[in-house]
């Protein structure tokens, strides 16, 4: 298979010797002091993102309120980039620094890789279409709470069929090297296709229809409470600034950490020797790929309100209130400000509560 990492083609040279490290394209070999280095920093990477998702997922157990069908969901999408942290960069330094090549760690490396990219892929695509189906679909139509049961037939979905789309890769390895080839580039047009460019759409069309819901449901609360002051109003000209910033950067997030991956190993398969990038630039590619698990918790957990909430108990990173919008001398009802939570912060839906 062809699907190996980025830094696996990086560091390794065709003979697979690791003291003349291997360049990447026309990349010169690589000396020992600097690959120890890399490593370092791919370490150092991966313990930060074991930490703040472990985070994530302690706060979902230690705080009752937070324990809802939509922070489980989360708490899923930390364990799947913790495991990136716990399991696949142990097996990219493995597999560059052992004495001499094991195939054996490296194929574990490739296929721990990809069911975790699988599978953080399709928490994103679940946790935006909960999110979407909560603000968009559930004010037009009834729709019913989600129950634990139907949360954990998609913990199954998700997780089960992450590892057979990754492990499905290992039918075809024992025929014939044509044989091979056009199953290895179905499989990456298929992944590239399915898995990557359509969620992708599929989010991109979602939060663009969840900030104009909002929008709608805020400009109609401001009409009914009558004249806002001008500073009030630029106030949440800002915030709802703020809100396309947020979403914006999750569509941002997800392109530069798995589009280049699988458009990569794509390009691997079918044979097509990509321009040589400078080093750095390809070792900014592998780094930006694993910062999604550093991301993902802040922009999908951190900034929602029960979790504000959960860390401010703790007495750490805590924020300020949110402020009431102020007309004249009165406050604009609960609504007006549930609304704007939701638009800033994306907060927990009660309708996802059990």
Not at 109 to 130: N, P, Y
């Amino acid at each position: 298979m062809e699907a190996f990492d980025n830094i696996t083609k990086i560091m390794k040279n065709s003979s697979g010797n690791s003291t003349g490290i291997g360049g990447f394209g026309d990349h010169p070999p690589i000396d020992m002091t600097l690959n120890l280095l890399i490593m370092g920093f791919l370490v150092a990477e991966g313990t930060i993102v074991i930490g703040i998702n472990a985070f994530v997922i302690f706060l979902i157990f230690y705080k009752r309120f937070l324990q809802t069908t939509t922070n489980m969901i989360l708490g899923s999408l930390a364990t799947s980039d913790m495991l990136t942290g716990l399991v696949v960069i142990p097996l990219i330094v493995a597999c560059n620094m052992l004495p001499t090549y094991n195939f054996g760690v490296c194929l574990a490396m490739d296929l721990g890789q990809r069911f975790l990219a699988i599978s953080t892929i399709l928490h994103l695509l679940v946790v935006t279409l909960e999110r979407y189906h909560y603000i968009v679909v559930s004010r037009i139509v009834y729709a019913p709470k989600a129950s634990r049961a139907s949360a954990a037939g998609v913990f199954v979905f998700l997780w089960g069929f992450s590892l057979l789309v990754s492990f499905i890769q290992l039918v075809w390895t024992h025929e014939d090297e044509s044989t091979k080839t056009k199953f290895d580039r179905t499989y990456d047009v298929v992944c590239l296709g399915a898995l990557v460019l359509l969620p992708l759409l599929i989010m991109t069309i979602a939060y663009v229809k969840i900030f104009v819901a909002l929008k709608r449901q805020l400009d109609k609360i401001k009409r009914h409470v009558g004249h806002i002051s001008s500073k009030c109003n630029d106030r949440h000209n800002r915030k709802e600034r703020k809100a396309i910033l947020i979403y914006t950067l999750m569509i941002i997030v997800y392109v530069v950490g798995w589009f280049n991956y699988f458009f990569h190993t794509l390009r691997l398969d079918f044979g097509l020797t990509p321009t040589s990038l400078p080093l750095g630039v390809e070792l900014l590619f592998v780094y930006l790929k694993f910062s999604t698990g550093l991301l993902n918790p802040i922009l999908y957990s951190f900034l929602k309100q029960d979790f504000k909430r959960a860390r401010k108990s703790l007495g750490c990173c805590g924020g300020k209130r949110p402020r009431l919008l102020n007309v004249g001398s009165k406050s604009v009802s609960n609504s007006t400000n549930s609304t704007l939570r939701e638009l800033i912060s994306l907060r927990s839906p009660p309708a996802a509560d059990v």
